[in-house]
């Protein structure tokens, strides 16, 4: 069963810096398309960051790009978002997702799996 876990949420000021995990476990899939969507009260949610695991090829959005990082350690099956340079506007809870076997090409893809979420709030 596959299974993601996120961690390293939590509450920063505006120009501060988060890194969030993504624990992954229950496939044996080595190229996959992951990624990081977040959605904040009253809104839809947004993907904020991709990557395919296969070539390490990223996406990003434009309201996180040059801010963001997403990256991964496949000897440890997890994924990560440095976040850099918070804003108030990034507050969310963010999820780790991914869809095994894709080679995904753009920031959106239909993910199949997804974490629990963790929580991100950044003060002004």
């Known amino acids: 069963q596959v299974q993601l876990v996120e961690s390293g949420g939590g509450s920063v000021q505006a120009g501060g810096s988060l890194r969030l995990s993504c624990a992954s476990s229950?496939?044996?899939?080595?190229?996959?398309?992951m990624g990081w969507v977040r959605q904040a009260p009253g809104k839809e949610r947004e993907a904020v960051a991709t990557?395919?695991?296969?070539?390490?090829?990223?996406y990003y959005a434009p309201s996180v790009q040059g801010r963001f990082t997403i990256s991964q350690d496949s000897a440890k099956n997890t994924l990560y978002l440095q976040m850099d340079s918070l804003k108030p506007e990034d507050t969310a809870m963010y999820y780790c997702?991914?869809?095994?076997?894709?080679?995904?090409?753009?920031?959106?893809?239909?993910?199949?799996?997804w974490g629990q979420g963790t929580q991100v709030t950044v003060s002004s």
């Open positions: 997702a991914v869809v095994l076997g894709l080679r995904c090409r753009t920031l959106t893809t239909t993910y199949i799996y």
């Open positions: 229950g496939y044996t899939y080595k190229t996959n398309c």
């Open positions: 990557i395919y695991t296969g070539d390490g090829a990223t």
